[in-house]
């Protein structure tokens, strides 16, 4: 779309200074680009989901104070103003990564799309093209932020040769790639916690839910609950890893499946979900095959936000922080050791549903 290129122009201006201040009138932009006020309107809306400019509606565009030239951190989360409710955990992370760039006079940059990227999967052709544009700003960029949705294959292929040495964070994910040591990861104090409650309820089938399983994410939230199952007696046979769990109307094969396997199971079966809004979905899912969250089986989800304890019934989850996440991702970018990993605090909140 033209209106990219307009928004990669006016990004490059201001980081090098040309623009300053007030963003120039829609007028004098749609005569210099020869677009239309409309074409103007996005690329206004595009600089102010970067993170670049603020105002409109009745105010001037102005660009943000806090923006320093050679104090930049392009951070691949899901921008703040694509964050919707159901989407509150991306926003804590957002605002912690924001949080402690201002204290450290920094500026965020999160790249737009409107597909979403690093939600469910991470998209080859943003990110290809994310490199490409962000080229211009790369003597003002300090680091990168990953989130978990990267792959090592997409680190490996875009975002570590565009870093070229400059430091990268995973956050909310951990990897052994030799060139990348910098990681903010959840402590697996929650799933032991919640293992071990539900190996003394004698709970003995189990179906664990993640959003992707072929992923090369290491010691997801599911493996770990499948790690501390199997070390308390619980045979693989009983363990059954379901991939791909969302919420779209294309899940209905995947959750027809989980409810055969609730009403097959001789026993009590629990069911773990990594996020808590597709615990929400699940829930919803089985009641419509005739199954409730507490009573035919039990539930539970990772990250504990607020989808889970406003769900009919509460849904029991693994707290984490993602304001904290955001924090110490930052921190541990602008750290001198060159490895290094970090460990956040999980806790298991218990509702209707254990």
């Given at each position: 779309?033209?209106?990219k290129k307009?928004?990669?122009?006016?990004?490059?201006e201001?980081?090098?200074?040309e623009l300053?201040g007030?963003?120039?009138?829609?007028r004098?932009?749609?005569e210099?680009?020869?677009v239309?006020h409309l074409?103007?309107?996005?690329?206004?809306r595009?600089l102010?989901?970067?993170?670049?400019?603020?105002?409109?509606?009745?105010?001037n565009?102005?660009?943000r104070?806090?923006?320093?030239?050679?104090n930049?951190i392009?951070?691949l989360l899901?921008?703040?103003?694509?964050?919707?409710?159901?989407?509150?955990?991306?926003?804590?992370?957002?605002?912690?990564v924001i949080?402690?760039a201002?204290?450290?006079?920094m500026?965020?940059?999160?790249?737009?799309?409107?597909?979403?990227?690093l939600?469910h999967t991470?998209?080859?052709?943003?990110?290809q093209?994310?490199c490409?544009e962000?080229?211009p700003?790369?003597p003002y960029?300090?680091?990168?932020?990953?989130?978990?949705?990267?792959t090592?294959?997409?680190?490996?292929?875009?975002?570590?040769?565009?870093?070229?040495g400059?430091?990268?964070?995973?956050l909310n994910?951990?990897s052994?790639?030799?060139?990348i040591?910098?990681t903010?990861f959840?402590?697996?104090?929650?799933c032991?916690?919640?293992a071990e409650?539900?190996?003394?309820?004698h709970?003995?089938?189990?179906?664990?839910?993640?959003t992707?399983?072929?992923?090369?994410?290491?010691?997801?939230?599911?493996?770990?609950?499948k790690?501390?199952?199997?070390?308390?007696?619980?045979?693989?046979?009983q363990?059954?890893?379901?991939?791909?769990?969302?919420?779209?109307?294309?899940?209905?094969v995947?959750?027809?499946?989980?409810?055969e396997?609730?009403?097959?199971?001789?026993g009590?079966t629990?069911v773990?979900v990594s996020a808590?809004?597709?615990a929400?979905?699940t829930?919803?899912?089985?009641?419509a095959?005739?199954l409730?969250?507490?009573?035919?089986?039990?539930?539970?989800?990772?990250?504990?936000?607020?989808s889970?304890?406003?769900?009919?019934?509460?849904?029991?989850s693994?707290?984490?922080?993602?304001d904290?996440l955001g924090?110490?991702?930052v921190?541990?970018?602008?750290?001198?050791?060159?490895?290094?990993?970090v460990?956040?605090?999980?806790?298991?909140?218990l509702?209707?549903t254990?």
């Open positions: 779309m033209k209106y307009i928004v990669s122009q006016i990004r490059k201001i980081m090098t200074g300053t007030t963003m120039p009138s829609m004098s932009l749609t210099r680009f020869q239309s074409t103007i309107l996005h690329v206004f595009e102010c989901t970067e993170g670049l400019i603020i105002g409109g509606i009745k105010k565009y102005v660009i104070d806090v923006v320093r030239r050679d930049l392009l951070c899901r921008p703040p103003k694509e964050i919707n409710f159901q989407d509150n955990f991306a926003a804590e992370m957002c605002t912690g949080r402690s201002e204290t450290n006079h500026n965020v940059l999160f790249p737009h799309q409107n597909a979403g990227v939600y991470s998209d080859d052709a943003f990110l093209q994310m490409a962000m080229r700003l790369f960029i300090r680091g990168i932020i990953a989130a978990a949705s990267i090592d294959e997409q680190l490996t292929q875009y975002i570590l040769p565009f870093a070229d400059k430091p990268v964070v995973l994910r951990d052994d790639m030799e060139n040591g910098k903010v959840p402590t697996e104090q929650g032991r916690e919640l409650l539900i190996l003394r309820q709970c003995k089938y189990f179906v664990l839910c993640q992707n399983l072929t992923t090369d994410r290491r010691n997801d939230h599911t493996r770990l609950m790690k501390f199952l199997t070390g308390g007696g619980i045979p693989d046979s363990i059954v890893l379901m991939e791909g769990i969302g919420r779209d109307a294309d899940d209905a995947r959750f027809k499946r989980i409810a396997e609730i009403k097959s199971a001789p009590e629990l773990f808590s809004t597709m929400c979905c829930a919803n899912a089985l009641k095959a005739g409730t969250a507490g009573k035919d089986y039990k539930l539970c989800s990772f990250d504990g936000k607020i889970a304890e406003m769900h009919d019934p509460k849904i029991t693994i707290q984490i922080s993602g904290e924090q110490k991702a921190e541990l970018l602008l750290s001198e050791n060159p490895r290094r990993r460990y956040v605090n999980s806790k298991l909140l509702r209707d254990l």
